[in-house]
């Protein structure tokens, strides 16, 4: 046991037994987020695949969201906006992986093997709070679900513009403010032409009204990406 864990002791956010911050016990009883969504309209579709008459140009081709954004999901993401604990962050994907593994199109063999092999790609720092706390929790959350997943990360995308913050804008107010924010980070191997199947998966800790990941979608898939995905904690 460590000094640290001596002093400050791990424990569940749910229940408080001690050594994680979130048991298998509490994770069973998290809310999932069913149905998924199409990430175009948001109505429910099968394993978050866009619908077929929702193929909207740079759309992407499917999200998936593991939990309902309530109870301590909510509670974990929330904390680790304001302050990243490693430790709470390890707890987290791991049980988010639980969820993960059971989701088909992300995990069938022909994606998983080869050439196809997927790469994460995490947000850009959200300018929900500022770089003044020194790190992405996206980025962090996503390099550890990545690892366990057996899958890449690569930063593929930079943020060009500046954002007003999203928090308090509404829909249309959402979507204008992040128009054009994203540029794709050029000689980056993943999407060379010859990589046209590549499966990117794009990474946020949270589908809010889903501008933000709809618009490095957009900047992914008009660079030549044919196959981008969303994936988010919650929903
Ligand atoms: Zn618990
Ligand atoms: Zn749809």
């Keep these: 046991m460590r000094i640290l864990d001596f002093i400050y002791p791990k424990q569940c956010y749910g229940c408080k037994k001690t050594?994680?911050?979130?048991c298998l016990d509490c994770a069973s009883k998290a809310k999932p987020h069913f149905p998924q969504v199409c990430p175009v309209c948001e109505r429910p579709s099968p394993d978050?695949?866009?619908?077929?008459?929702?193929?909207?140009?740079?759309?992407?081709?499917?999200?998936?969201?593991i939990w309902a954004y309530e109870g301590i999901p909510r509670k974990l993401i929330t904390k680790l906006k304001y302050k990243f604990i490693e430790d709470l962050a390890k707890d987290l994907s791991l049980r988010a992986i639980e969820g993960l593994q059971k989701y088909k199109p992300l995990t069938s063999q022909s994606l998983v093997a080869g050439d196809n092999k997927i790469t994460l790609v995490p947000i850009p720092l959200h300018w929900k709070r500022?770089?003044?706390?020194?790190?992405n929790q996206s980025e962090e959350l996503g390099r550890l679900i990545a690892q366990k997943m057996g899958w890449k990360v690569e930063n593929l995308?930079?943020?060009?513009?500046?954002?007003?913050q999203q928090v308090g804008l509404k829909g249309q107010d959402r979507k204008t403010n992040v128009d054009g924010v994203f540029s794709v980070l050029s000689n980056i191997p993943v999407i060379a032409p010859t990589r046209p199947t590549s499966n990117l998966v794009l990474f946020d800790d949270v589908w809010t009204t889903g501008s933000t990941l709809k618009e490095a979608t957009k900047a992914l898939k008009k660079s030549g990406v044919r196959n981008v995905w969303c994936l988010t904690l919650a929903r």
């Design 19 to 22: 050594r994680t911050y979130f």
């Design 157 to 164: 995308l930079e943020r060009v513009k500046n954002t007003n």
């Design 130 to 135: 500022e770089n003044w706390r020194g790190f």
């Design 48 to 65: 978050g695949i866009r619908h077929k008459y929702c193929q909207k140009p740079f759309s992407p081709n499917g999200l998936h969201s």
